[in-house]
């Protein structure tokens, strides 16, 4: 993997902002059905896919780069489900959650 220089950093970041959007929007498009916040989902999975994609064309490896993004977005889309669409969050989930980006950090430093 090469040296996390701005343009990677800022990837990772747009990467995951854009998949955070996306997701965050998805009960509001109902079911694609809404047009705007389906175009604005689809375009925003679009591009951080994209952004990926470059990111591990410049040589970042994969098995790094999905398990910081997934345990990014777990916990940024479990704050926004609680917040915006009033959805329960028991402290089992959230204590499963931790341990499972532990996990996965852990997963990635093997």
Same mark, same amino acid.
């Given at each position: ?9 800022? !990837? ?5 902002? #854009?998949?955070?959007?996306? %997701? &965050? %929007? ?16 689809? +375009? ?5 896919? #994209?952004? &990926?994609?470059? %990111?591990?064309?410049? !040589?970042?490896?994969? &098995? +790094? ?6 345990? &990014?977005?777990?916990? !940024?889309?479990?704050?926004?489900? +609680?917040?915006?669409? #009033? ?7 959230? !204590?499963? %959650? +931790? ?12």
């Amino acid at each position: 993997m090469p040296a996390l220089s701005f343009p990677i950093i800022a !990837g990772f970041i747009a990467t995951v902002i #854009g998949q955070f959007i996306a %997701l &965050s %929007l998805i009960p509001a498009t109902r079911g694609f059905t809404a047009i705007w916040p389906t175009i604005i989902c689809i +375009v925003a999975f679009v591009v951080s896919i #994209g952004i &990926s994609a470059r %990111l591990v064309h410049g !040589g970042v490896d994969l &098995s +790094v780069l999905t398990p910081i993004i997934t345990v &990014s977005l777990q916990i !940024g889309i479990l704050i926004v489900a +609680v917040t915006v669409y #009033g959805e329960s969050a028991s402290m089992a989930k959230i !204590g499963l %959650l +931790v341990g499972a980006a532990l996990m996965i950090g852990a997963a990635t430093r093997l």
